[in-house]
């Protein structure tokens, strides 16, 4: 799942800050599930600007609202009315959702009030942490399940490094190494002898760094 | 021979090698490494100019590899996977050998949370196993890692890569060296040694993995400066593994030497470390496979001299 954080009240005011009347518009998937965007979140949110903005003697105009996706247009129309009341929407949503709010209604500015942080897992309840880094070509197939290039710090195909120590990574005792993560795995599956094997290094254009990707599958298109 | 580089020729003739090291400057002055050039001229067969270590910025490997040859010693520049990607590392190293520079040291790179600028981009486009292979297909097979051939000559590297014994899991160290060799590994330079008895144990395992006579293993050695520096190094510094025995010594060095005679404390500290570092050389040489020691004094060449001296390394052979 997408994983994100609110930014901090001190840096969402000051997104604000030009305006009085403001939307805020949550998501109900992903941002939902970790306890970022949704309708909860908003309200609290809400509450937290009227009183911030009312002590300082400004008081914001702060309306509520929350779709189920906010990545879709069909979702979004929901809120479509409530544009008219304010000056500005603040996303509770991934970056995504703040983009699609951007695009769909170009007459009003959508600022994203999250800071979208990565693709995790929920490991357990109130911790998340980063799994896969998208890089389109994937290789869990070799590496026992256990991604080397989101839980490697140093994306190795051929590790772990010299500073692996303890099972830990050189950057921080609370980070696994992943490739020590990968030996263990590797070695309960009695398929250590693929850990000989010198990995050729990774073709990026797979990756972000190929360029913006996009997907086109014709065979789904309404419109040719 | 694959390039004849002096520790080439060094370690093909049988000699027991030393390389050296040089941390170049944080700044753009060229006096700090002709000191340093000089106080490790003729004590070493080849000095290892070190790449950004710890991810802090320093004059460029490659430069001060330059500098060194026009003060007539033989560079061992380092490269890491941290701040290039492909395109960078060939034509950096394009450069390095059309001024004659012969020795390269692969490595994967401290990660830069460790450096001044941990707010930079990541890199690690390649590991070091893609790193070593790229630079052996450069040599032997005249391409570029794209596999498109190379017109005219080739870089050419004697090739180098580093070897933790300390680091985890343990047993897969050997077999990663060995990954290294297929790579294209042809001397290895390990990470400081101070616990000879599994120093010893990584090296009998890389034997029966019939690596000792594939490549040559130069075991790292640094003399401490301080009671302080072997505790850091004891605790803090990942992959280093200090025997409590070491740090005792060193602390026991200043026993009756009053706090305030700092010359005094420092010189004791130093003396005992040179002589820690004297032994342990000593005792790894008897360790089959090991070929050569290489020297990491950091920011205290001045010991370098005094340590080739007493272990019967100097003066070093002309090949």
């Known amino acids: 799942m997408i994983v994100a954080e609110q930014k901090s009240l001190e840096e969402i005011k000051k997104l604000l800050a030009p305006y009085e009347k403001v939307l805020i518009v949550g998501c109900g998937t992903c941002v939902t599930v970790c306890f970022a965007g949704g309708e909860k979140e908003v309200s609290i949110l809400a509450s937290a600007l009227r009183m911030a903005t009312g002590l300082e003697g400004k008081p914001k105009q702060i309306l509520e609202a929350t779709v189920q996706r906010q990545c879709e247009y069909e979702y979004n129309e929901a809120v479509a009315d409530k544009l008219k009341e304010v000056d500005v929407v603040l996303s509770l949503a991934c970056g995504i959702g703040v983009q699609t709010m951007n695009e769909q209604f170009k007459q009003i500015a959508t600022l994203p009030g999250l800071n979208t942080t990565f693709l995790g897992q929920p490991t357990e309840q109130g911790v998340w942490a980063e799994r896969c880094q998208a890089c389109g070509d994937c290789v869990l197939a070799t590496t026992g399940g256990i991604c080397p290039i989101a839980r490697c710090s140093k994306s190795l195909l ?3 490094c010299g500073g692996s120590q303890n099972g830990k990574c050189e950057i921080n005792p609370e980070v696994t190494c992943a490739w020590n993560e990968i030996y263990d795995r590797m070695k309960a ?9 010198v990995t050729p290094s990774k073709d990026w254009r797979t990756s ?16 040719k | 021979m694959k390039v ?11 000699y027991f090698a030393a390389t050296g090291e040089l941390g170049p400057p944080k700044n753009a002055d060229p006096e700090v490494v002709r000191r340093k050039a000089d106080l490790l001229k003729g004590n070493v067969d080849a000095v290892n100019i070190t790449d950004n270590q710890t991810a802090v910025v320093r004059m460029s490997s490659i430069s001060v590899g330059i500098m060194l040859m026009n003060l007539g010693l033989e560079p061992t520049i380092q490269m890491t996977c941290r701040d290039r990607n492909r395109i960078a590392i060939q034509s950096d190293l394009l450069g390095a050998a059309a001024f004659g520079i012969k020795n390269l040291l692969c490595l ?7 450096g001044n600028h941990p707010m930079s ?15 052996k297909d450069l040599r032997d097979e005249k391409k570029f890692q794209c596999g498109e ?41 390990t990470q400081i040694v101070f616990n000879v008895p599994k120093f010893r144990e990584f090296m009998e395992r890389c034997g029966d993995l019939g690596l000792l006579d594939k490549v040559h293993i130069l075991a790292g050695v640094s003399p401490i400066r301080t009671a302080g520096a072997a505790k850091y190094m004891a605790a803090q510094v990942p992959g280093m593994d200090v025997p409590e025995e070491y740090v ?17 404390r420092k010189a004791a500290w130093e003396a005992e470390g040179v002589n820690i570092c004297v032994e342990v050389i000593q005792r790894v040489r008897e360790i089959p496979g090991v070929k050569g020691v290489h020297i990491m004094a950091i920011e205290w060449e001045e010991s370098v001299h005094e340590i080739v001296k007493r272990t019967g390394l100097y003066p070093r052979p002309q090949v």
Not at chain 2, 5 to 13: G, Q, R
Not at chain 2, 108 to 114: L, N
Not at chain 2, 156 to 184: C, H, S, T, W
């Open chain 2, 121 to 135: 981009k990541n890199v690690f486009d390649l590991d070091s196993m893609g790193l070593l292979r790229m630079i």
């Open chain 2, 108 to 114: 994967s790179g401290d990660h830069q949370v460790f």
């Open chain 1, 208 to 223: 972000r760094d190929g360029g913006p990707r996009k997907i086109i599958r014709e065979d789904l298109r309404l419109t």
């Open chain 2, 248 to 264: 005792r010594r060193m602390e026991d060095a200043v026993k009756g030497i009053p706090k305030e005679d700092k010359a005094g």
């Open chain 1, 158 to 160: 051929n590790g772990p």
């Open chain 1, 189 to 197: 599956l009695g398929r250590l002898q693929e850990m000989l094997e």
């Open chain 2, 4 to 14: 004849g580089s002096n520790l080439e020729k060094v370690l093909t003739a049988g």
């Open chain 2, 149 to 189: 051939e190379i017109k005219g000559p080739a870089p050419a590297f004697f090739i180098g890569a580093a070897a933790n014994p300390f680091a985890d899991p343990f047993e897969f160290r050997p077999y990663r060296l060995a990954k290294k060799v297929a790579a294209g590994a042809e001397f290895i330079q």
